[in-house]
Nanobody
């Protein structure tokens, strides 16, 4: 059974940091890219960052570039999203997905259940 399990969300003040984890199982990890997406209330799900688990190449949305860092530990089948200098507009449910490269939703085959990130001003 394919599973993606996010963790690490929470409440943090603006300027603070959080590290999200996405633990994957049930598929060949390094055959897929892993992406982080977020969805704020009343808004569509948007891509934040993705990583190729085979070669480590990464991509970031402009809104998080320089503040967020994605990384992968292939020995643990886990992808991390280190989020620094958080802003209230980063508040959303964060999801990880497994699929092809890029941040288009249709590229992703599997999804986790999401973890809430709330940034207070």
């Amino acid at each position: 059974e394919v599973q993606l399990v996010e963790s690490g969300g929470g409440l943090v003040q603006a300027g603070g940091s959080l590290r999200l984890s996405c633990a994957a199982s049930g598929f060949t990890f390094d055959n897929y890219a892993i992406g982080w997406f977020r969805q704020a209330p009343g808004k569509e799900r948007e891509g934040v960052s993705d990583i190729s688990t085979s070669d480590g190449s990464t991509y970031y949305a402009d809104s998080v570039k320089g503040r967020f860092t994605i990384s992968s530990d292939n020995t643990k089948n886990t992808v991390y999203l280190q989020m620094n200098s958080l802003k209230p507009e980063d508040t959303a449910v964060y999801y990880c997905g497994a699929g092809g490269r890029g941040l288009a939703l249709y590229e992703y085959d599997y999804w986790g259940q999401g973890t809430q990130v709330t940034v207070s001003s």
